[in-house]
């Protein structure tokens, strides 16, 4: 199958060789790979580059002298227009350049892509036609869709987007095995040599450490069996196992590992349903883990986040994490299903599969839908505590609570740095390099009377390095969890090491997908996707509908291949720069388009969420109904007409605030509506 797959795109990039047009110059021999962009000021029709002697000019259709800026690796340089042409003496290797043209004109903005590289003492200039730009990321999707495979569909869609950056070169086996093996020796290796992607890989490698520890030293066992007490009634079990998937909010895959597995026999007893169970278990794995600040995924969503608003050249002085915590005011999905969740707890009522699933269990006292146990899914192998191991709940809440203190800590401390170095700029009198210090004088960036409490606070976590937080604090919560195990003979150093790297190899898949998600984004960044997709919307498309259209696309590509991860790496490097740029292009300042971007980015994570939730082939859908004992599409079945009530809600809520203008109040309005929806809905329709 594989071989078809590459045969495939081999025919695929044959074709798209054969139709892109091939020009070769005379020239001199170069040699650097230099990438160049242009942004010109001058208004034009026409941009073309041609030979001239040994070297390359830029000729325009304006005769009329005048400066364009142009950039050159990131430098910025003035070519002089004299009567239409401007000479460039940069020269060129065999492997080659990109060259991106963009300029204004009485039509619009006009933007071209050319790959120049020297062949056989001549210059070859290959004319790239811009919707080829969209080959990398929709190979990666449509792929994903076919076989339900996310890793090798990442793979062909780098390689897809590395040969069409590297020229359509297919003149020969040469060029066409170097974009290949380039997959590996430039992106992928570019992606993990980044150090903000390092730091991401190091802190999803602790954090998973740190949870196989606290799981194998019986620390998460005792939080469950501390809180199992309470569980006195149907209802009572039902909120116990709803509250806990809150508490476990730090890992979905533990969560619902954890509370799938321990809750069984519990909800058993009081004839609960194996459906009900896994709905209550993967309706808050996910959504807790994918809104919380201190997480697995939060390393992913701020790299995501990271990838596309790095391309709109620091239009906003904000860190990730502050962008993402600016962003949950738009999360709609995972808090209306947490809300949903408790109101079916609360009011007893059920409709649809899951009403006939929970009447069965009820009446007949069997649990599960299977007639036969053989025809249940196979019981996990669940993160059950080693031999002997004691149930105390502080040996997981202790190391938990040293990650969210010691983030904490992690964002004051690198915040005052970045402040002190801005206030240091002003020569404010009695400045001392001091929390205290920097904390009292943080008013003078200000405007006088705007530097109140949380003005500073927000300046202040804007200004921190999120990843070096959260470094500390994954590094602390591992050394707090291997000191209170081994200081308690619980383990030996040795085994804590073992299993602190088990849990290092829990985090394996996800970080594979992440690299090459990284690897995909550089490549639409290389070739201007987002500046394509703008250019063919920008003129076609209100802004205040990329919201929703982005929930329905997420959604999609989210249900279609089971991973709510590889759909925000796909979306995000795209869905930010072309949000932003169609809000330009329809005059919108940076200030109004901020609101949009917020609600577009929260809107990735929140409708992956429910891609994710109605997918048969989600890892976390089929960790549910593992865990839980629960036949998979007994799940899938009976947990989908929930999740899609609270998607529609949700669709509306994006809706509405990209309409009305998002704030915390806004926010509340709309659930607190949303919540009466769903309680009029259950009392309708449910019993």
């Given at each position: 199958m594989h071989r078809i797959i590459n045969f495939s795109i081999f025919l695929l990039c044959s074709t798209i060789s054969l139709l892109a047009q091939n020009q070769l110059i005379p020239i001199d021999t170069a040699s650097a790979l230099v990438p160049i962009e242009i942004n010109s000021p001058i208004t034009f029709h026409d941009l073309s580059v041609q030979q001239n002697g040994d070297m390359l000019n830029f000729n325009i259709d304006n005769k009329a002298p005048g400066v364009a800026t142009i950039k050159i690796n990131g430098e910025e340089k003035n070519l002089d227009f004299i009567n239409g042409s401007s000479p460039f003496t940069e020269s060129f290797s065999k492997k080659g350049s990109l060259v991106f043209l963009s300029h204004e004109s009485d039509a619009g903005k006009k933007i071209q892509l050319l790959h120049?590289?020297?062949?056989?003492?001549?210059?070859?200039?290959?004319?790239?036609?811009?919707?080829?730009?969209?080959?990398?990321?929709?190979?990666?999707?449509?792929l994903a869709l076919i076989f339900k495979e996310v890793v090798s569909s990442l793979f062909l869609g780098i390689f897809s987007g590395a040969f069409i950056a590297n020229g359509l070169r297919f003149d020969s086996f040469y060029h066409f095995f170097r974009s290949l093996f380039s997959v590996i020796d430039t992106y992928i290796i570019n992606a993990v040599a980044d150090s903000g992607h390092m730091s991401i890989i190091v802190f999803?490698?602790?954090?998973?450490?740190?949870?196989?520890?606290?799981s194998k030293n019986g620390g998460m066992a005792g939080v469950v069996d501390a809180l199992k007490g309470y569980a006195k009634s149907v209802k009572s079990t039902q909120f116990i196992t709803w509250v806990l998937g809150l508490l476990i909010f730090f890992d979905d895959y533990a969560n619902t590992l954890i509370v799938g597995n321990t809750m069984r026999p519990v909800t058993d007893k009081f004839n609960i349903s194996r459906e009900k169970l896994a709905y209550l278990v993967d309706s808050t794995a996910a959504p807790i883990a994918a809104i919380a600040f201190i997480t697995t995924w939060?390393?992913?969503?701020?790299?995501?986040?990271d990838s596309g608003m790095s391309q709109l050249s620091g239009t906003y002085d904000m860190t990730p994490y502050a962008i993402f915590i600016s962003s949950l005011k738009y999360s709609f999905y995972p808090f209306l299903t947490l809300i949903f969740g408790f109101l079916i707890i609360y009011t007893q009522r059920d409709f649809g599969p899951m009403k006939t699933a929970e009447h069965r269990a009820r009446t007949t006292g069997q649990v599960s839908p299977a007639a036969i146990s053989s025809e249940d899914e196979p019981n996990m192998e669940d993160l059950s505590p080693v031999k002997n191991a004691p149930l105390r709940w502080y040996n997981a809440v202790i190391p938990v609570l040293t990650v969210i203190f010691m983030t904490i800590i992690g964002l004051i401390d690198t915040g005052i740095d970045s402040l002190y170095g801005e206030l240091s700029e002003l020569n404010i009198a009695g400045l001392q390099h001091s929390w205290g210090s920097v904390w009292t004088n943080a008013s003078a960036l200000f405007a006088e009377g705007s530097g109140g409490f949380f003005a500073k606070l927000g300046k202040l976590i804007g200004a921190a390095d999120s990843y070096v937080a959260l470094l500390w604090a994954s590094l602390s919560g591992v050394m707090v969890a291997i000191f209170l195990t081994v200081s308690q003979r619980i383990m030996k150093l040795f085994d804590s090491?073992?299993?602190?790297?088990?849990?290092?190899?829990?985090?394996?898949?996800?970080?594979?997908?992440?690299?090459?998600?990284?690897?995909?984004?550089?490549?639409?960044?290389?070739?201007?996707?987002?500046?394509?997709?703008s250019g063919a919307l920008e003129n076609s498309l209100n802004p205040i509908f990329m919201p929703v259209i982005i929930f329905v696309l997420a959604a999609f590509i989210a249900f279609s291949t089971g991973s709510s991860w590889s759909t925000m790496a796909i979306l995000y490097?795209?869905?930010?720069?072309?949000?932003?740029?169609?809000?330009?292009?329809?005059?919108?300042?940076?200030?109004?388009?901020?609101?949009?971007?917020?609600?577009?980015?929260?809107?990735?994570?929140?409708?992956?969420v429910l891609g994710d939730h109605c997918s048969p082939i989600s890892d976390t859908t089929i960790l549910s109904s593992l865990a839980s004992d629960c036949n998979h599409i007994d799940h899938v079945r009976?947990?989908?007409?929930?999740?899609?009530?609270?998607?529609?809600?949700?669709?509306?809520?994006?809706?509405?605030?990209?309409v009305m203008g998002g704030s915390w109040?806004?926010?509340?309005?709309?659930?607190?509506?949303?919540?009466?929806?769903?309680?009029?809905?259950?009392?309708k329709i449910g019993s």
């Open positions: 120049v590289s020297a062949i056989n003492g001549t210059h070859r200039i290959q004319k790239i036609p811009l919707w080829l730009s969209m080959i990398p990321p929709l190979i990666a999707i449509i999803s490698l602790l954090i998973g450490g740190m949870v196989a520890i606290i939060i390393g992913a969503e701020l790299s995501y986040i090491m073992h299993w602190m790297a088990e849990g290092f190899k829990t985090m394996m898949p996800a970080l594979i997908i992440l690299t090459l998600a990284w690897a995909l984004a550089s490549t639409t960044e290389q070739l201007h996707t987002a500046e394509y997709l490097p795209i869905a930010i720069p072309t949000t932003f740029a169609i809000c330009q292009a329809n005059g919108m300042s940076p200030d109004d388009t901020l609101p949009l971007l917020l609600n577009v980015i929260a809107t990735v994570l929140a409708a992956s009976t947990q989908m007409p929930y999740a899609l009530t609270v998607g529609l809600a949700s669709l509306i809520c994006v809706f509405l605030s990209a109040l806004m926010t509340l309005i709309l659930l607190i509506i949303s919540t009466s929806v769903f309680w009029l809905i259950l009392k």
